[in-house]
């Protein structure tokens, strides 16, 4: 990564320069489409994928009521509404019957979210938008998770990736993709993220500057090439997990479908004591995570929605039983035993 960096500084081209280019056709290649478009980070993916689809003021987009908040922000900063929906518990994604229930005339779109690296069986969306509305998948916890031999992204009309630095394939800073095999979509998101212009200094329409910079593409095509493999780690810890964690009374995060690939963005394990245990394993050095503490219903940001608790029951329980412990590439199963141990230890405690 040094020397990748070193070779865009002295060139001095740090916007929208080779390798960005070059790492637009390698994750277009990796994930099985024909376009990529660099952007600043994953919220620019999904307002941008939107806006080139033509969604606005007046349509409806349909989301899961549990996922970060930037997917129904990129919803409503077109102008659109976003609809939420409850999750299915046993997968913690979008509820695909309740999405389907809620497709009306206003419905320009829907947009899976595979959480925690969770390959969301988008299958029966897929099979009812034909003519009806589109669906966006949203990638940003996903990189690289299969569903059947399609990778995450390559399904709906467009995908949504994050590439911060915590993802499973994360620069140094922010930086973000939209995927897509429509060419349509792929050149008017390009023009998008560069103010409007189509060609230098000729700017066809009011747009933005979102775009992935140079030095942030050089440091991702040299993670690129190692993604699988942090993948497959990750699993290997997810299974040493499953294994150690046994009779804990902890619910653990669903396996994928035989044949589908969960990446394990995050191990998210459910508890009714949640706050008891996080303060037990931060007693022991150890760290955790909530993702997330709110359902986007009960967000401030979302009052205007309309939806009050219990309005989706299955993304209420997960938004205050979830927790998250350490998940990474190359952690032992020494670590991993670590963590159980203290957690049998917090249930021998009462």
């Not at 779109?109 to 988008?122: D, K």
């Not at 998101?189 to 700017?203: A, P, Q, S, W």
């Not at 497959?232 to 040493?240: E, K």
């Amino acid at each position: 990564m040094d020397t990748a960096m070193k070779a865009v500084i002295d060139r001095g081209a740090f916007i929208l320069g080779q390798e960005v280019r070059d790492f637009e056709v390698e994750y277009a290649q990796y994930c099985g489409v024909a376009r990529a478009v660099g952007l600043d980070n994953g919220t620019s993916a999904l307002e941008l994928i939107l806006r080139a689809l033509g969604v606005g003021p007046g349509d409806e987009v349909i989301v899961p009521a549990m996922t970060f908040v930037a997917t129904a922000s990129a919803v409503s900063m077109v102008g659109a509404k976003p609809v939420l929906v409850d999750i299915d518990p046993k997968t913690d994604c979008m509820d695909m019957h309740a999405a389907l229930a809620a497709v009306n005339d206003r419905t320009r779109a829907v947009i899976p979210v595979h959480l925690y690296g969770f390959p969301a069986p988008i299958g029966p969306l897929l099979s009812a938008a034909h003519g009806k509305f589109q669906v966006i998948e949203d990638c940003c916890q996903a990189h690289g998770a299969k569903v059947g031999s399609r990778r995450v992204g390559s399904m709906g009309v467009a995908g949504a990736f994050s590439f911060y630095p915590a993802k499973n394939l994360g620069c140094f800073g922010d930086g973000g993709m939209a995927i897509t095999d429509e060419p349509g979509v792929a050149d008017r998101i390009v023009m998008l993220r560069n103010y409007g212009e189509r060609k230098k200094y000729e700017h066809m329409e009011l747009a933005y500057n979102r775009r992935l910079d140079t030095v942030q593409a050089a440091v991702l095509k040299v993670k690129l090439p190692r993604l699988d493999d942090w993948n497959t780690d990750r699993r290997r810890v997810a299974a040493a997990y499953r294994i150690a964690l046994a009779g804990t009374g902890l619910v653990l995060p669903p396996d994928a479908a035989a044949g589908d690939e969960h990446v394990h963005y995050m191990y998210a394990v459910r508890t009714k004591r949640r706050e008891g245990l996080q303060a037990h394993l931060k007693a022991a050095n150890i760290e955790t995570g909530i993702h997330y503490p709110y359902p986007l219903h009960l967000l401030p940001v979302f009052e205007d929605l309309g939806y009050r608790e219990g309005s989706f029951p299955a993304s209420e329980a997960l938004a205050r039983e979830t927790l998250s412990l350490p998940m990474f590439p190359g952690m032992t199963d020494g670590e991993v035993g670590r963590v159980a141990t203290a957690i049998k230890a917090f249930g021998q405690a009462g």
